[in-house]
């Protein structure tokens, strides 16, 4: 069993900067894959940001703005967001694969407004 849990959110203004990291614990073994998605209210969950086998992967609309690290010892990702805009607004969801499963953390609010 693996649990994720989030921290980094809150309330920041458009153009500010936040970062999120998630650690996972319940396990010694190094998890792959690891990764952020994101649910805004009305809308489905998507893709921020996943480390994945051999490269990273972001959505189109945070590419240039947000950047995904790890620290592979500790099981910990981090999701440095920079240039938040109003439309970055959702509550935002650690993931993590770990044979044979994926595992998801609890959440993370992210607010943008003035």
């Known amino acids: 069993q693996v649990t994720l849990v989030e921290s980094g959110g809150g309330l920041v203004q458009p153009g500010g900067s936040l970062r999120l990291s998630c650690t996972a614990s319940?396990?010694?073994?190094?998890?792959?894959?690891m990764g952020w998605y994101r649910q805004a209210p009305g809308k489905e969950r998507e893709l921020v940001a996943r480390?994945?086998?051999?490269?990273?992967n972001y959505a189109d609309s945070v590419k240039d703005r947000f950047t995904i690290s790890r620290d592979n010892g500790k099981n910990t990702v981090y999701l440095q967001m920079n240039g938040l805009q109003p439309e970055d607004t959702a509550v935002y969801y650690c993931?993590?694969?770990?044979?044979?499963?994926?595992?998801w953390g609890q959440g993370t609010q992210v607010t943008v407004a003035s």
């Open positions: 993931w993590a694969f770990r044979a044979p499963k994926d595992y």
């Open positions: 319940g396990t010694i073994f190094i998890i792959n894959d």
């Open positions: 480390l994945v086998r051999g490269g990273i």
